[in-house]
């Protein structure tokens, strides 16, 4: 009996131990008020890739302590695909959310909308604002408030292997058409398929359906437009590129598989954007970096047109040290640490003053993509903008694995997104 | 549950009797009245931890969700406390809208047929399986332990790096298993980029994770039968294969069965597999109905949690109801369970 | 058909750790037949090792050629010791370690002092304890995961081990619990009512006599609790964040998610998170099939 109380006794006092030496949960230590020197601790959650983009946000995020020696960054890199979950869950719970987070261009409206976002009008995190491109700027505002600073900006291109179209003898694609020959030939050259399209990522559709004229939906005049006649065309695109072997799908780890099919030279072509460039530097095939060639998208019928995206940073309403959180938040937007992430990672500033930075406008990835960007097809900037992915993706690889005609798909996806979108037409 | 052995005392089998009638009630003790306040005391204390942390775990989300399911909850309209900003919960109380929707929508039902699909093919490959390969290891055989402790592997191994193993194989370009179907002048299978292959893999899958369970508790199961029943019956000249029927299955009854019911259940709601293989892709091809609930509580946005906890408790009915037909269809057949 | 037929589990009683159970004695068995019992197990046991020793290989390969098909391809630990000095990996390992740990010492604990209070004792609340251990396992947890969240959060617990530990205990015990009293059904009444004879009260007889004779429970509980705390996923990764606070599934997903793939050091963790697994198992497996057969059977 006596060894019985013993054993309970130990069960209870590992757990009261446990939970005393717990880590805390985010920054609680609250900054300096006011006037003074910031201080506390500032926690940042960073979606960049693991592995090659992580190191240089993490050491850029933690110089900050040499602006403000007594505030601590904590940085903490939380997969992209998990965060806006994560998020969700810490901030509405009122626990556990950090006090900045790379907010996704798509989410941002979403989290503000929500109530979870500080906005940021007449705080230090928005100087020198008029510096913003529009573009990026778009998607921080939410009637009539800005919850965001636009971080990194992006769109999407063809980025092709130079050796394999050589050894085929093809030119870069400028249109769809163009792109079914240029696939059809490198196939017969090389015995290699011509373009990855990936099928289990909706976003990598957003350019053929923008190519034939078509959108998701049409804000100002709250119709719903994926299922309209250039919707069902834009699904007929892919499904004729896939089904005429122009381009190799997957609906499952479309990513993992597009990278390492790309890098390896197993495929000539994939439409990607600037968030990939790191990582397919650091494939066999593009150790001479010259070896990757970037073009504009091909065009639909209806022209060309790649979706606008990025990230913001933005603040935690329930922050406990909102002053710092600020003050961090314009530090990791401004003109200086983007000119060094542009230049160690080719990812797009927000800045139009960034651009012409010697090391910036030398730097081949981005010279291209900057009027890319500034083409590129904007979303509408509403809080269901986030939604809208989930019904898409769905329809969109039916369409490519032959569960569902475009027509049934894109009908399929107007009809949630008119529940999804009340009073929408 | 309570199945009497011989060996148990008259006094514990006339207590049982009391929890296996069909009396909902708490069971007023029938006597023996004396003992029962300091027995109850120390019953209660011996459950109290396990029934505390049910309650509150478990408890509190199960009947909030019962709540949720009546309502119209979703992200925009439940409470949220966002710092020192308390936003107060909007959402309407809508009666039985959510459970109207999803038994006249296509979608709810459409799933379910995949799911009872599902579980009826894992639960009855892998009992086959565990079934033949209990057999093979009950006898005498060279290396028996050996090969019993690779046959265990999978069990041990935990579920995320096997299916990051299998995801791995199934790879359609770079995967071994096509690699070695190319071998044999076969063309590359899309392993989890085709519906109907999809719903074939993550089946595997499952099944490859749940023999080692069912083989392990037929095995006991087995063991408990005693070897003179076989004896005496191969005298008697039976074949093979009606010791099987008259020995071995009538012994492996009611492991079957409980192995069965566990193994449908767990089956039923096998979240990871579905989930780290497929997502419930391509489409929704293999999507089963708590992997939905959990899209929908997660994935879609804005959450739909009124939707989610609908599905959470039909799920919850659903089995209930196959518990309690199983256990009354084994009644029938003089099966106590 | 009843399970009268089956005698008295006596066995149970007196756990012999026999190594060579009582298998049908059968000496006729044809030459053919022992191939084909051979030829079916060898089939069956490559197939259950196959995806594990699959990841082994790709872990001992160099990480650019880990989605390449080669067996062998230039050996190397490069792996191991990326994944040792450049990640948080051992960091997530202790963490994993801890919660798996305290729900497997917890999880048998009170499973074991359940299942025998609804072994032996007649009580009020018995029977709705009984079904709601069932019913538990029925509903998906995938449903709790945001109400959990909030409870967690308002204890304060969240981003903590002990958050984790006992969430995992709602998922083990039910079973556990389940198994622990059928496994006791089987021990005879008469040791305890010699325990009370000597003075002992149900708690102390529960320590001193009937525990100890329920080692393969205990063993099948253990391993069961601890396999599935450290295999959990889905409240790991919706708990826990920053590296020194995850676990191991949770870390894992750092190397392969949507957006990027490390298979190399994937691989590499895959094998390392495997062996204290596989050590439980290794402790647990003399008494499973013992332990499974009075538990689940009797169940």
Same mark, same amino acid.
């Not at chain 1, 906005?119 to 573009?135: I, V």
């Not at chain 1, 597009?258 to 650091?282: C, H, L, R």
């Given at each position: 009996m006596r060894r019985g109380i013993a054993a309970t006794a130990l069960v209870a006092a590992l757990g009261v131990t446990l939970a005393a030496c717990g880590s805390d949960s985010g920054s609680k230590d609250g900054g300096a008020k006011g006037s003074g020197e910031l201080s506390g601790t500032v926690t940042w959650w960073d979606t960049s890739t693991v592995g090659s983009e992580d190191k240089v946000f993490k050491k850029v995020a933690e110089d900050f302590k040499k602006k403000h020696p007594k505030v601590t960054v904590k940085y903490v890199n939380v997969p992209f695909g998990e965060a806006q979950n994560k998020f969700k869950n810490a901030a509405q719970s009122g626990s556990g959310a950090p006090d900045v987070i790379r907010s996704e261009v798509a989410w941002t409206p979403e989290f503000a909308d929500l109530g979870y976002l500080a906005p940021l009008d007449g705080t230090p995190a928005l100087k020198n604002s008029e510096d913003f491109l529009k573009q990026a700027a778009a998607s921080t505002h939410y009637k009539g408030k800005t919850y965001g600073v636009p971080q990194v900006i992006d769109s999407m291109g063809i980025f092709y292997n130079k050796k394999i179209f050589k050894e085929a003898g093809v030119e870069v694609p400028k249109t769809i058409d163009e792109l079914k020959t240029v696939s059809a030939k490198i196939k017969q050259k090389t015995g290699k398929p011509g373009l990855y399209? /990936?099928?289990?990522?909706?976003?990598?559709?957003?350019?053929?359906?923008?190519?034939?004229?078509?959108?998701?939906?049409?804000?100002? +005049?709250? $119709?719903?437009?994926?299922?309209?006649?250039?919707?069902?065309?834009?699904?007929?695109?892919?499904?004729?590129?896939?089904?005429?072997? *122009?381009? +190799?799908?997957?609906? $499952?780890?479309?990513?993992?598989?597009?990278?390492?099919?790309?890098?390896?030279?197993?495929?000539?072509?994939?439409?990607?954007?600037?968030?990939?460039?790191?990582?397919?530097?650091?494939?066999?095939?593009? $150790?001479?970096?010259?070896?990757?060639?970037? *073009?504009?998208?091909?065009?639909?019928?209806?022209?060309?047109?790649?979706?606008?995206?990025?990230?913001?940073?933005?603040?935690?309403?329930?922050?406990?040290?909102?002053?710092?959180?600020?003050?961090?938040?314009?530090?990791?937007?401004?003109? &200086?640490?983007?000119?060094?992430?542009?230049?160690?990672?080719?990812?797009?500033?927000? /800045? &139009?003053?960034?651009?012409?930075? @010697?090391?910036?406008?030398?730097?081949?990835?981005?010279?291209?993509?900057? @009027?890319?960007?500034? +083409?590129?097809?904007? /979303?509408?900037?509403? @809080?269901?903008?986030?939604?809208?992915?989930? @019904?898409?993706?769905?329809?969109?690889?039916?369409?490519?694995?032959?569960?569902?005609?475009?027509?049934?798909?894109?009908?399929?996806?107007?009809?949630?997104? /008119?529940?999804?979108?009340?009073?929408? +037409? | 549950m309570a199945v009497d052995t011989p060996s148990q005392s008259v006094v514990k089998a006339a207590g049982d009797s009391v929890a296996r009638g069909r009396s909902r009630g708490t069971g007023k003790p029938r006597g023996a009245a004396k003992r029962s306040l300091s027995t109850h005391w120390y019953a209660w204390a011996m459950v109290a931890p396990v029934t505390v942390v049910i309650a509150v775990i478990i408890g509190y989300p199960l009947v909030r969700g019962i709540y949720l399911s009546l309502t119209d909850a979703n992200e925009r309209n439940v409470a949220r406390s966002i710092g020192v900003n308390e936003i107060p919960a909007t959402y309407e109380f809508v009666g039985l809208d959510n459970y109207a929707d999803a038994l006249t929508g296509s979608q709810f039902l459409s799933t379910l047929g995949w799911t009872l699909l599902w579980t009826v093919s894992c639960v009855s490959v892998t009992f086959a399986l565990g079934l033949t390969l209990a057999n093979i290891l009950n006898r005498r055989i060279a290396g028996r332990s050996f090969y019993r402790l690779l046959l265990i592997l999978p069990w041990a191994v935990p579920g995320f790096v096997s299916v990051f193993a299998w995801r791995f194989l199934y790879n359609q370009d770079n995967g071994l298993l096509n690699k070695i179907l190319a071998g044999g002048g076969i063309d590359a299978v899309p392993w989890l980029n085709d519906p109907t292959w999809a719903k074939f893999s993550v089946i595997l899958v499952n099944v490859w994770l749940g023999v080692p369970f069912m083989m392990v508790a037929l095995l006991g199961g087995l063991q408990s039968i005693p070897g003179e029943l076989y004896e005496a019956a191969e005298m008697d000249g039976a074949s093979a294969w009606q010791r099987f029927k008259h020995i071995t299955m009538p012994g492996l009854s009611s492991v079957s069965t409980t192995v069965i019911l566990l193994s449908t259940i767990w089956t039923f709601n096998m979240f990871p597999v579905i989930f780290l293989l497929t997502r419930g892709g391509p489409g929704e091809a293999t999507q089963i109905l708590v992997t939905q609930a959990y899209k929908f509580s997660f994935e879609v946005s804005p959450r739909d949690f009124a939707q989610s906890s609908t599905w959470g408790v039909l799920i919850l009915v659903l089995l209930m109801l196959f518990a309690a037909v199983y256990r009354r269809v084994l009644r029938k057949q003089g099966e106590v369970w | 058909?009843?399970?009268?037929?089956?005698?008295?589990?006596?066995?149970?009683?007196?756990?012999?750790?026999?190594?060579?159970?009582?298998?049908? %004695?059968?000496?006729?068995?044809?030459?053919?037949?022992?191939?084909?019992?051979?030829?079916?197990? %060898?089939?069956?046991?490559?197939?259950?090792?196959?995806?594990v020793l699959w990841v082994l290989l790709t872990s001992l390969k160099p990480a650019k050629y880990a989605i390449t098909t080669d067996f062998f391809k230039e050996t190397t630990l490069e792996n191991y010791t990326n994944l040792l000095n450049d990640t948080p990996f051992l960091t997530w390992f202790a963490n994993s370690l801890l919660v798996a740990g305290l729900t497997t010492v917890i999880g048998v604990f009170i499973s074991a002092t359940t299942g025998y209070a609804v072994s032996r004792f007649r009580f009020p609340g018995k029977r709705g304890l009984m079904w709601t251990l069932l019913i538990t396992q029925m509903f998906p947890v995938a449903v709790l995961i945001v109400p959990i969240y909030n409870i967690m959060a308002s204890m304060g617990l969240l981003n903590q081990p002990v958050g984790l530990v006992v969430t995992y205990l709602t998922i083990a015990v039910p079973f556990c619990a389940w198994m622990m009293k059928g496994f006791f059904d089987t021990i005879p009444r008469e040791i305890d009512e010699s325990g009370y004879v000597d003075g002992l009260t149900p708690f102390g007889t529960f320590w001193r006599l009937i525990l100890p004779l329920a080692k393969p429970g205990i063993a099948v509980t253990a391993f069961y609790s601890f396999i599935t705390a450290w295999g959990e996923v889905a409240y790991a990764s919706a708990f826990m964040v920053g590296d020194e606070n995850l676990t191991l599934a949770g870390g894992l997903q750092k190397f392969v998610n949507q957006y990027g793939a490390q298979w190399g050091p994937m691989a590499a963790a895959s094998v390392l998170i495997a062996v204290p697994a596989a050590l439980v198992f290794l402790f647990a497996q003399k008494h499973l099939v013992t332990g499974m057969s009075a538990g689940a059977v009797k169940g």
């Amino acid at each position: 009996m006596r060894r019985g109380i013993a054993a309970t006794a130990l069960v209870a006092a590992l757990g009261v131990t446990l939970a005393a030496c717990g880590s805390d949960s985010g920054s609680k230590d609250g900054g300096a008020k006011g006037s003074g020197e910031l201080s506390g601790t500032v926690t940042w959650w960073d979606t960049s890739t693991v592995g090659s983009e992580d190191k240089v946000f993490k050491k850029v995020a933690e110089d900050f302590k040499k602006k403000h020696p007594k505030v601590t960054v904590k940085y903490v890199n939380v997969p992209f695909g998990e965060a806006q979950n994560k998020f969700k869950n810490a901030a509405q719970s009122g626990s556990g959310a950090p006090d900045v987070i790379r907010s996704e261009v798509a989410w941002t409206p979403e989290f503000a909308d929500l109530g979870y976002l500080a906005p940021l009008d007449g705080t230090p995190a928005l100087k020198n604002s008029e510096d913003f491109l529009k573009q990026a700027a778009a998607s921080t505002h939410y009637k009539g408030k800005t919850y965001g600073v636009p971080q990194v900006i992006d769109s999407m291109g063809i980025f092709y292997n130079k050796k394999i179209f050589k050894e085929a003898g093809v030119e870069v694609p400028k249109t769809i058409d163009e792109l079914k020959t240029v696939s059809a030939k490198i196939k017969q050259k090389t015995g290699k398929p011509g373009l990855y399209l /990936r099928g289990d990522d909706a976003y990598w559709f957003l350019s053929f359906l923008y190519g034939e004229g078509g959108d998701l939906v049409d804000a100002e +005049k709250k $119709t719903v437009t994926v299922d309209n006649a250039a919707g069902v065309k834009g699904f007929k695109v892919v499904k004729d590129l896939v089904d005429s072997g *122009a381009a +190799k799908t997957d609906a $499952t780890d479309g990513w993992n598989n597009m990278q390492t099919a790309f890098k390896d030279g197993k495929v000539a072509m994939m439409i990607n954007g600037p968030w990939a460039v790191s990582d397919t530097y650091a494939g066999k095939e593009f $150790t001479d970096k010259a070896n990757l060639g970037i *073009a504009p998208v091909p065009a639909g019928s209806a022209g060309q047109g790649a979706p606008q995206g990025g990230h913001n940073l933005a603040v935690y309403a329930g922050s406990k040290n909102l002053d710092a959180s600020y003050a961090f938040a314009e530090y990791m937007t401004s003109a &200086e640490t983007q000119a060094t992430v542009a230049k160690e990672l080719s990812l797009l500033p927000t /800045r &139009e003053s960034v651009y012409i930075k @010697p090391d910036v406008a030398t730097n081949e990835m981005i010279t291209f993509f900057k @009027p890319v960007v500034d +083409k590129a097809v904007e /979303r509408p900037w509403i @809080p269901e903008t986030g939604s809208l992915f989930a @019904p898409l993706v769905t329809e969109y690889t039916k369409v490519l694995t032959g569960q569902t005609t475009p027509d049934a798909g894109a009908k399929a996806t107007g009809d949630a997104y /008119r529940k999804l979108l009340k009073d929408w +037409k | 549950m309570a199945v009497d052995t011989p060996s148990q005392s008259v006094v514990k089998a006339a207590g049982d009797s009391v929890a296996r009638g069909r009396s909902r009630g708490t069971g007023k003790p029938r006597g023996a009245a004396k003992r029962s306040l300091s027995t109850h005391w120390y019953a209660w204390a011996m459950v109290a931890p396990v029934t505390v942390v049910i309650a509150v775990i478990i408890g509190y989300p199960l009947v909030r969700g019962i709540y949720l399911s009546l309502t119209d909850a979703n992200e925009r309209n439940v409470a949220r406390s966002i710092g020192v900003n308390e936003i107060p919960a909007t959402y309407e109380f809508v009666g039985l809208d959510n459970y109207a929707d999803a038994l006249t929508g296509s979608q709810f039902l459409s799933t379910l047929g995949w799911t009872l699909l599902w579980t009826v093919s894992c639960v009855s490959v892998t009992f086959a399986l565990g079934l033949t390969l209990a057999n093979i290891l009950n006898r005498r055989i060279a290396g028996r332990s050996f090969y019993r402790l690779l046959l265990i592997l999978p069990w041990a191994v935990p579920g995320f790096v096997s299916v990051f193993a299998w995801r791995f194989l199934y790879n359609q370009d770079n995967g071994l298993l096509n690699k070695i179907l190319a071998g044999g002048g076969i063309d590359a299978v899309p392993w989890l980029n085709d519906p109907t292959w999809a719903k074939f893999s993550v089946i595997l899958v499952n099944v490859w994770l749940g023999v080692p369970f069912m083989m392990v508790a037929l095995l006991g199961g087995l063991q408990s039968i005693p070897g003179e029943l076989y004896e005496a019956a191969e005298m008697d000249g039976a074949s093979a294969w009606q010791r099987f029927k008259h020995i071995t299955m009538p012994g492996l009854s009611s492991v079957s069965t409980t192995v069965i019911l566990l193994s449908t259940i767990w089956t039923f709601n096998m979240f990871p597999v579905i989930f780290l293989l497929t997502r419930g892709g391509p489409g929704e091809a293999t999507q089963i109905l708590v992997t939905q609930a959990y899209k929908f509580s997660f994935e879609v946005s804005p959450r739909d949690f009124a939707q989610s906890s609908t599905w959470g408790v039909l799920i919850l009915v659903l089995l209930m109801l196959f518990a309690a037909v199983y256990r009354r269809v084994l009644r029938k057949q003089g099966e106590v369970w | 058909m009843t399970t009268t037929t089956t005698p008295p589990t006596r066995r149970a009683a007196a756990p012999s750790h026999r190594a060579v159970p009582n298998a049908p %004695i059968r000496g006729r068995r044809s030459p053919l037949a022992s191939v084909a019992l051979h030829v079916t197990l %060898i089939v069956a046991s490559v197939i259950a090792v196959f995806p594990v020793l699959w990841v082994l290989l790709t872990s001992l390969k160099p990480a650019k050629y880990a989605i390449t098909t080669d067996f062998f391809k230039e050996t190397t630990l490069e792996n191991y010791t990326n994944l040792l000095n450049d990640t948080p990996f051992l960091t997530w390992f202790a963490n994993s370690l801890l919660v798996a740990g305290l729900t497997t010492v917890i999880g048998v604990f009170i499973s074991a002092t359940t299942g025998y209070a609804v072994s032996r004792f007649r009580f009020p609340g018995k029977r709705g304890l009984m079904w709601t251990l069932l019913i538990t396992q029925m509903f998906p947890v995938a449903v709790l995961i945001v109400p959990i969240y909030n409870i967690m959060a308002s204890m304060g617990l969240l981003n903590q081990p002990v958050g984790l530990v006992v969430t995992y205990l709602t998922i083990a015990v039910p079973f556990c619990a389940w198994m622990m009293k059928g496994f006791f059904d089987t021990i005879p009444r008469e040791i305890d009512e010699s325990g009370y004879v000597d003075g002992l009260t149900p708690f102390g007889t529960f320590w001193r006599l009937i525990l100890p004779l329920a080692k393969p429970g205990i063993a099948v509980t253990a391993f069961y609790s601890f396999i599935t705390a450290w295999g959990e996923v889905a409240y790991a990764s919706a708990f826990m964040v920053g590296d020194e606070n995850l676990t191991l599934a949770g870390g894992l997903q750092k190397f392969v998610n949507q957006y990027g793939a490390q298979w190399g050091p994937m691989a590499a963790a895959s094998v390392l998170i495997a062996v204290p697994a596989a050590l439980v198992f290794l402790f647990a497996q003399k008494h499973l099939v013992t332990g499974m057969s009075a538990g689940a059977v009797k169940g």
